[in-house]
């Protein structure tokens, strides 16, 4: 990966800065997917979406932080020496989305449904790494923002049709899991056929559907 420089942003809410990463050549190798959708780069970490201000304690989208300046050592700005000093914006976890959800933070209907995808995800990264039962959100909160989006899905895009077939899978939902299987078009069939493998066993837990290689440049 190679890092872009950072950017600084305000807080909307307080006006305190801090820096977010940017990322100039994102690097796949090691790059793993999960059945719930989620992508996992370990040399290219994500941007994210939804974060907490350090000084005010408020959540924020981060797109609708306004950018101050560019932290660039090729254009060092008169501010840059305070600039680095600055906090990262961090991710959030999944009680931060459901408050989000709860403060209203979802103005579109899409956005209700990425906060609620955001939320589903952090919920399974506790179970990512584990081997045995039980790989799949168990809370009331969480069952319950699983349920929404399902609900949410309903009418979705084509693009949404796996996402709900994997979300009634781990709410156990099997027979509806199975019918929204054959609305998933040929271009996403090998997760077609692994979700139709799993739901044949009714397992609920997450999955990896499949691995990049652990190598750079792999082409070359
Ligand atoms: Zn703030």
Not at 120 to 137: C, I, K, M
Not at 169 to 189: K, P, T
Request: charged share 30%; glycine share 4%; aromatic share 8%.
């Amino acid at each position: 990966m190679l890092q872009g420089p950072d950017i600084v942003l305000a807080c909307p809410h307080c006006q305190s800065l801090a820096r977010l990463f940017t990322v100039a050549n994102p690097d796949p190798s090691g790059a793993v997917s999960w059945s719930d959708g989620y992508q996992e780069m370990p040399l290219t970490p994500a941007q994210p979406n939804i974060s907490r201000c350090r000084n005010c304690g408020k959540l924020m989208w981060v797109a609708e932080c306004a950018p101050v300046g560019m932290i660039d050592d090729n254009q060092p700005s008169p501010e840059h020496e305070e600039w680095k000093k600055l906090p990262y914006v961090e991710p959030v976890e999944e009680k931060d989305y459901l408050e989000a959800l709860k403060e209203g933070m979802a103005v579109e209907p899409e956005r209700e449904t990425e906060l609620r995808v955001f939320a589903w995800w952090r919920a399974n990264d506790r179970h990512r790494r584990n081997e045995g039962p039980g790989r799949y959100p168990q809370a009331p909160e969480s069952v319950e923002n699983l349920e929404r989006l399902v609900e949410l899905l309903k009418d979705g895009e084509h693009e949404f049709v796996l996402f709900r077939a994997e979300a009634l899978r781990q709410l156990g939902r099997f027979d509806e899991a199975q019918e929204m299987l054959h609305g998933i078009c040929s271009d996403y069939a090998i997760a077609r056929e692994r979700l139709a493998e799993l739901i044949e066993k009714k397992s609920r837990d997450v999955e990896v559907l499949f691995a990049e290689p652990q190598m750079s440049e792999a082409q070359a």
